[in-house]
């Protein structure tokens, strides 16, 4: 990529972590679901009421953790095979049969969706940048590229001094 400058550094993204991740999250929501819907018909059969916000909070929270992971399964499947190549002047995301070089002028913004807290960590969001390209495309970052940290702020940094 001699239009982008000097290599600097190529980053891997690790699909089996996030693939192992998203059963493991699967695996435990499901459950979690299905517990508090045998709950639920349970106080419906025996006709008692109450305590429907906590079923509720238990059914979903079991549905958003196995959907989150069913989303993270997908994403392993999706993007097999993902990398991030720095240069001076820019980076190349490729994955699969798509690559995408994107210097650093195409950049229309850079949003942090960095959380921090144990499900985020675990789930791959301690580390979360969305790349918006002046063509209207988005490539996120997230925790589950190697050295992810490192790259989001040379993007970050690359970014705020380009010249208006």
Not at 11 to 22: D, K, L, V
Not at 133 to 146: S, V
């Amino acid at each position: 990529m001699t239009e982008l400058g000097a290599y600097i550094e190529r980053f891997e993204t690790n699909s089996r972590s996030r693939a192992i991740r998203g059963l493991a999250a699967m695996a435990i929501g499901t459950p979690i679901a299905l517990f508090g819907t045998v709950l639920f018909l349970m106080g419906q059969e025996a006709g008692v009421s109450g305590g429907e916000m906590f079923i509720g909070l238990v059914i979903g929270c079991g549905l958003g953790l196995a959907l989150m992971g069913a989303w993270l399964c997908w994403q392993a499947i999706g993007k097999r095979g993902e990398t991030f190549t720095l240069y001076e002047q820019g980076f190349v995301h490729t994955w699969r049969k798509s690559t995408t070089v994107v210097p650093w002028d195409v950049i229309e913004a850079v949003v942090d969706h960095t959380k921090s807290n144990v499900l985020a960590r675990t789930l791959g969001g301690d580390v979360g940048c969305l790349v918006k390209l002046a063509d209207g495309r988005k490539i996120l970052i997230n925790g589950f590229t190697e050295g992810a940290a490192m790259l989001t702020y040379n993007i970050f940094e690359a970014v705020g001094r380009r010249p208006a």
